[in-house]
């Protein structure tokens, strides 16, 4: 069973930046697409962005778009989230996820079990 361990949350001011990092267990992840996923109290599971396996294509939610970008670097099977120009409303529990190149998270195969990423104004 793969594993993926989330790390890099925190507590920080606006306009700060972060990276978060997911480590996957095998190495068998990297032939799938990622994703990274967001959950705020009240609000739905959110799409944050998604990566091909090649890493070449990337597509980001509109709301964090030019501030986030998301990569892969497969010689260490991990997936990362560089959060630049954070904002209050970026706060939530971050996930991440493999299996496909989507927006949708029910396309997913594997998750996290998410890192906490509060952004104070």
């Known amino acids: 069973q793969v594993q993926l361990v989330e790390s890099g949350g925190g507590v920080v001011q606006a306009g700060d930046s972060l990276t978060l990092s997911c480590t996957a267990s095998e190495t068998s992840v990297n032939s799938y697409g990622k994703g990274w996923f967001r959950h705020a109290p009240g609000k739905e599971r959110e799409f944050v962005a998604t990566?091909?396996?090649?890493?070449?294509?990337?597509h980001y939610a509109d709301s964090v778009r030019g501030r986030f970008t998301i990569s892969r670097d497969d010689a260490k099977n991990t997936l990362f989230l560089q959060m630049n120009t954070l904002k209050p409303e970026d706060t939530a529990v971050y996930f991440c996820a493999v299996g496909t190149y989507s927006t949708v998270a029910k396309n997913y195969r594997y998750w996290g079990q998410g890192t906490q990423v509060t952004v104070s104004s």
């Open positions: 990566i091909t396996a090649s890493g070449r294509d990337t």
